[in-house]
């Protein structure tokens, strides 16, 4: 079974500030997905980065980049220039042959101005 | 279209009664899901359904639980003989069928269950 895992239950960051979130994987499966999702208070998933694992090339969405880490089952999320808005819960999740997400447990990020 | 819509927003009951959830999704999609999430944790995956047809069910999907997409619109999750241990989040999300992709996935806001 696929197991996802965000080591850091909560992180901050300064307004405008760099941050790093953390996310590993463990799959035998050779083909997949992996994103990040950001859940606000409103609760509803926000996707906010999609990476193919086939493709070496780390994916970027404007202020948000991945380091993606094939061989190590890594997959970080850098979220540049840090806004009160990005302040969230956020997930990191896997898809390969099935048809559902698997997701990691979280990290809570806060954003202080 | 507004996107994938859930009600009840909040849902409290007393242990032992039954409850029913609504989820209506994009109406192009026709895959629905159906995720729990409890607090401090990720979502996790219940069941899906391909049009009406319900094709995987998960293991935490007890015998309590019991999903429905009777015309392949709208979906029904009913937990019966509530536990509080069923206190959750219940998101419904619903995509195209594209495989393994997981690309087009839309979630709803949920429906929080508290067990009282």
């Known amino acids: 079974a696929q197991t996802v895992t965000q080591s850091q239950p909560e992180m901050s960051v300064q307004e405008a500030e760099t941050v790093t979130l953390s996310c590993t994987y463990d799959t035998s499966e050779s083909d997949y997905y992996l994103f990040w999702y950001k859940q606000p208070p409103s609760r509803q998933m926000i996707l906010v980065i999609r990476?193919?694992?086939?493709?070496?090339q780390n994916a970027t969405e404007n202020r948000f980049s991945v380091n993606f880490q094939k061989a190590a089952k890594s997959f970080s999320l850098k979220i540049s220039d840090s806004q009160l808005g990005d302040a969230a819960m956020y997930f990191c999740?896997?898809?390969?042959?099935?048809?559902?997400?698997?997701f990691g447990p979280g990290t809570r990020l806060s954003v202080l101005p | 279209d507004t996107g994938v819509s859930q009600n009840p927003r909040h849902k409290i009951t007393k242990r032992g009664q039954n409850v029913t959830f609504r989820c209506d999704p994009i109406?192009?999609?026709?895959?629905l899901y159906w995720y729990r999430q409890t607090l401090g944790q990720g979502p996790e995956f219940l069941t899906y359904f391909q049009n009406e047809a319900q094709l995987e069910k998960s293991r935490l999907l007890s015998d309590r639980f019991s999903a429905e997409r009777p015309k392949g619109s709208f979906s029904t999750l009913e937990i019966q003989r509530t536990e509080q241990g069923d206190s959750a989040m219940y998101l419904c999300a619903s995509s195209f069928p594209l495989v393994g992709s997981g690309d087009g996935y839309t979630f709803g806001s949920g429906t929080r269950l508290t067990v009282v």
């Open positions: 109406s192009e999609h026709n895959r």
């Open positions: 990476q193919e694992a086939y493709k070496q």
């Open positions: 999740a896997y898809i390969g042959y099935g048809q559902n997400f698997v």
